[in-house]
């Protein structure tokens, strides 16, 4: 037979699918999630049987933890040491254990997850409360199954005289499943175990009031009522826990957090060092100190203040960007008759009854069977000591053991169990004081054996069993509730005055997308001047903004797109430095281009509306609120036509007039109101009705007749003209003339169209830009008042084959 005939081919998904499967069983099963009887993973039940097996229990000294779990590991865990030793250091520390199950002695680590010592410097002892796991588990409450080797036994579950798996807790990972199951108070658990007990059908709202909630070995503050709900009514819910906080006053006004206890499962150093980084990084301007002054009083952790600090926005600061508030997922997943459940509160208690009257069943039915016994005993004692003379006479003609073991039953009647006992009767039995005691141990075990038969055969006597010895351990064990559950999830509003220091600050953006924020005192030392902002060769400012750090800017785009960037999130630079490119603040595309920027302290104020223009004359007004976002990125402002572009945003207080500039010199003016509010992402209305080839080159907003009007060409001619001149038309009509173009061969020329229009009430600084980077600065004054339809006159020298493409004011 050649060697290829030996192998069979196989598809991988099922050997895969087969081997992955069997795995997944095992850590289901036997490694990740609990039992729902005793709230006990494999690993955890054996290093307590393993500690009970070996004596090595409350009322005897500490045992090295090494010999312990080399015992687990050679007898029952055949795995790594390390994985062990990790879950006896667990059960170890009472700040993850509601009631600890093991009895520490030494270095077990501590709170700011420090490791716990080596095994073998160790030492540890059963609990008093873990005994009760374990309690009468010699008789033959619990199934036992072979260990790994079958070289011994261990049980399949603990008799667990308490509700382990609420009153503890459990979390856990394994293949397709997760359980998340918080600690309980031992009181409130028992109370409703025996409410359940009483009253199968009982509701959840009945239950509530015996289990209030969870209740963690660390305090704090529980909130969320509905997501407690959920968890007992399905398994699953979302809680809230914060840490339990002061605000105290301290000598010279200044105050100072402090936190006396924290979330369940959160490190203590981790958390001070995120409040440490916090202040650091000055992410809030206030915290002078953090201090973690835990010692044998108990945890305390203060964060202390600066003078005039907000206390209460500092800590709701922290509790937000901090582990001081978490929140807990609760997902109780437990082992169900070999096989992983979500359950309820309702199911777990009732699975924990069922296991105690099976538990209580068992042992009742061992304790029969040894009274049965030893009444039996006694019985054949008694009635032996009652013809005491014929029974010696028997023996003593009786030729060896056996021949009166005989003798004694086919004689008198005893069975083989009582003539054996007869014979290894003592002499001293036979005294008259013995002869009672016997007789008064037989009377007693008879009630015995009457109540055990009782317990038996009454399901109510069962039930009172197991609520008398549940009330032994509550009265034993119970210890007040730690954590506080308040109904409301408390909403966290930091506000920035908080986060960011309030300063004047300056705020360019130049044409080549340059931006910097500047504070009041770098300007002054370089100079006070305006227009000496640092910019780069051929660059120049295109917006100069008056704010301070409380505010944020809008910004729009051509592409009718707009960024919320907060004022304190510009890079700081000083007045002569460049700045940074605008792309590395905000996500905006190249292809894109900023045409308004618009400072902003809040949404909120009254009767405000946002004004968009584009090329080819459309125009819309949008409510100012429908702009408040919380997002970085960029958000439709504005729908926009293919081959359209949005030319001007401006901030109206919707009652002003809209006026429009055409490149070829046409404007319209109409009121403001004809524009209706429309939504945020809506394409606007047609304000202008343009010839072919024209486009809208400029917009003011004008209230009254108040002004003129000052228009510019692109060869640098302007003229003003007055306000009155434009009268109020309809929206979306042509216009009126502004602007005469000069036309002939010999006629020098005025400009070709215009490049936009301002509204002068006072004298305007106009700085002219053209296309080869030339710069002209000239007073609105210097442009002639005339006619409407004239040609101005030339008011900032232009190059020949040079012309102006921007204006902006200075």
């Given at each position: 037979?050649?060697?290829?005939?030996?192998?069979?081919?196989?598809?991988?998904?099922?050997?895969?699918?087969?081997?992955?499967?069997?795995?997944?069983?095992?850590?289901?099963?036997?490694?990740?999630?609990?039992?729902?009887?005793?709230?006990?993973?494999?690993?955890?039940?054996?290093?307590?049987?393993?500690?009970?097996?070996?004596?090595?229990?409350?009322?005897?000294?500490?045992?090295?933890?090494?010999?312990?779990?080399?015992?687990?590991?050679?007898?029952?865990?055949?795995?790594?040491?390390?994985?062990?030793?990790?879950?006896?250091?667990?059960?170890?520390?009472?700040?993850?254990?509601?009631?600890?199950?093991?009895?520490?002695?030494?270095?077990?680590?501590?709170?700011?997850?420090?490791?716990?010592?080596?095994?073998?410097?160790?030492?540890?002892?059963?609990?008093?409360?873990?005994?009760?796991?374990?309690?009468?588990?010699?008789k033959r409450t619990v199934p036992f199954k072979d260990n790994f080797d079958n070289t011994t036994m261990e049980p399949v579950v603990l008799p667990a005289r308490y509700p382990n798996l609420l009153v503890n807790g459990v979390s856990g990972i394994s293949a397709g499943f997760a359980t998340e199951i918080p600690p309980h108070n031992l009181r409130e658990v028992i109370d409703a175990c025996i409410a359940v007990m009483e009253k199968p059908d009982i509701s959840m709202e009945e239950i509530r009031t015996f289990v209030k909630g969870p209740d963690f070995p660390t305090g704090g503050i529980i909130m969320g009522e509905d997501g407690i709900q959920d968890a007992y009514a399905s398994g699953k819910g979302r809680i809230y826990i914060r840490s339990k906080t002061e605000i105290e006053t301290l000598r010279g006004g200044k105050q100072q957090i402090v936190i006396t206890e924290i979330p369940y499962q959160i490190v203590k150093s981790r958390l001070v060092n995120s409040m440490e980084n916090i202040r650091l990084e000055k992410k809030v301007d206030g915290i002078a100190e953090v201090r973690d002054e835990s010692g044998r009083n108990g945890l305390r952790i203060v964060v202390e203040l600066k003078k005039d600090a907000d206390a209460q926005g500092i800590l709701a600061y922290l509790f937000k960007k901090t582990d001081l508030q978490v929140t807990y997922n609760s997902n109780m997943v437990a082992i169900?008759?070999?096989?992983?459940?979500?359950?309820?509160?309702?199911?777990?208690?009732?699975?924990?009854?069922?296991?105690?009257?099976?538990?209580?069943?068992?042992?009742?039915?061992?304790?029969?069977?040894?009274?049965?016994?030893?009444?039996?005993?006694?019985?054949?004692l008694v009635k032996a000591l009652n013809?005491?003379?014929?029974?010696?006479?028997?023996?003593?003609?009786?030729?060896?053991?056996?021949?009166?073991?005989?003798?004694?039953?086919?004689?008198?009647?005893?069975?083989?169990?009582?003539?054996?006992?007869?014979?290894?009767?003592?002499?001293?039995?036979?005294?008259?004081?013995?002869?009672?005691a016997l007789q008064k141990d037989l009377d007693e075990l008879q009630k015995k054996i009457a109540i055990l038969r009782g317990i038996l055969d009454s399901d109510k006597k069962l039930v009172a069993v197991i609520k008398k010895e549940l009330l032994e351990i509550r009265d034993k064990y119970g210890i007040d509730?730690?954590?506080?559950?308040?109904?409301?999830?408390?909403?966290?509003?930091?506000?920035?005055?908080?986060?960011?220091?309030?300063?004047?600050v300056l705020v360019t953006l130049s044409n080549e997308g340059y931006i910097k924020r500047t504070s009041m005192l770098s300007f002054t030392r370089s100079g006070g001047e305006r227009e000496g902002s640092g910019v780069k060769d051929g660059d120049y400012i295109k917006h100069l903004l008056d704010v301070d750090t409380l505010q944020n800017v809008l910004i729009f785009t051509q592409k009718g797109q707009y960024f919320l960037l907060p004022v304190h999130q510009i890079p700081e630079f000083k007045w002569k430095d460049n700045g940074t490119a605008i792309v590395n603040v905000i996500p905006m595309s190249k292809e894109d281009r900023i045409v308004s920027v618009i400072p902003l302290r809040n949404f909120e104020e009254p009767n405000l509306s946002l004004v968009f223009v584009t090329k080819r004359g459309q125009v819309k007004r949008t409510e100012l609120g429908e702009y408040e976002t919380k997002r970085s990125g960029a958000i439709a402002a504005c729908k926009v036509a293919d081959g359209d572009e949005v030319i001007r945003v401006t901030v109206s207080s919707n009652t002003q007039?809209?006026?429009?500039?055409?490149?070829?010199?046409?404007?319209?003016?109409?009121?403001?109101?004809?524009?209706?509010?429309?939504?945020?992402?809506?394409?606007?209305?047609?304000?202008?009705?343009?010839?072919?080839?024209?486009?809208?080159?400029g917009a003011q907003l004008v209230e009254g007749d108040e002004g003129e009007l000052l228009v510019v060409s692109d060869l640098g001619y302007a003229k003003r003209s007055l306000l009155l001149d434009y009268p109020v038309q309809s929206r979306g009509g042509k216009g009126v003339q502004s602007f005469e173009f000069k036309e002939g061969k010999r006629v020098k020329p005025n400009g070709s169209r215009m490049i936009d229009v301002f509204h002068c009430k006072e004298p305007l600084t106009i700085m002219a830009v053209t296309k080869d980077g030339g710069k002209h600065l000239f007073s609105s004054e210097?442009?002639?008042?005339?006619?409407?339809?004239?040609?101005?006159?030339?008011?900032?020298?232009?190059?020949?084959?040079?012309?102006?493409?921007?204006?902006?004011?200075m």
């Open positions: 037979m050649s060697m290829l005939e030996n192998f069979l081919p196989a598809y991988l998904e099922e050997v895969v699918g087969d081997r992955f499967g069997r795995y997944s069983k095992y850590i289901i099963q036997d490694r990740a999630i609990p039992d729902v009887r005793d709230g006990l993973k494999p690993v955890q039940r054996r290093i307590l049987y393993a500690m009970f097996d070996s004596g090595n229990t409350p009322d005897k000294p500490y045992r090295k933890s090494a010999k312990t779990i080399g015992d687990v590991m050679g007898n029952y865990h055949p795995h790594g040491d390390s994985s062990i030793y990790d879950g006896m250091v667990r059960m170890a520390q009472p700040w993850k254990m509601a009631h600890v199950l093991v009895d520490g002695h030494g270095n077990w680590g501590s709170q700011d997850d420090d490791p716990a010592a080596a095994m073998r410097y160790t030492e540890a002892r059963l609990s008093p409360i873990a005994l009760e796991l374990l309690r009468d588990i010699d169900v008759k070999k096989a992983p459940r979500q359950l309820g509160l309702k199911a777990i208690l009732d699975a924990y009854i069922a296991h105690q009257r099976e538990v209580v069943t068992f042992r009742t039915q061992y304790d029969l069977e040894k009274a049965e016994d030893r009444s039996h005993v006694l019985e054949g013809i005491l003379d014929e029974v010696i006479a028997a023996i003593k003609a009786s030729k060896n053991r056996q021949d009166a073991q005989n003798n004694l039953q086919w004689m008198f009647g005893f069975t083989e169990r009582q003539a054996d006992s007869i014979l290894t009767l003592q002499l001293y039995r036979l005294t008259n004081l013995e002869i009672t509730r730690r954590s506080v559950i308040q109904g409301e999830v408390e909403e966290l509003k930091v506000n920035l005055e908080v986060m960011v220091t309030q300063e004047d007039d809209i006026l429009l500039l055409s490149q070829q010199g046409m404007v319209i003016r109409f009121a403001e109101s004809e524009v209706n509010s429309m939504g945020r992402v809506s394409a606007g209305v047609r304000g202008i009705s343009l010839k072919d080839g024209d486009e809208v080159v210097s442009a002639p008042l005339s006619e409407r339809k004239s040609i101005g006159k030339a008011i900032a020298p232009v190059d020949k084959n040079d012309e102006i493409v921007e204006l902006l004011v």
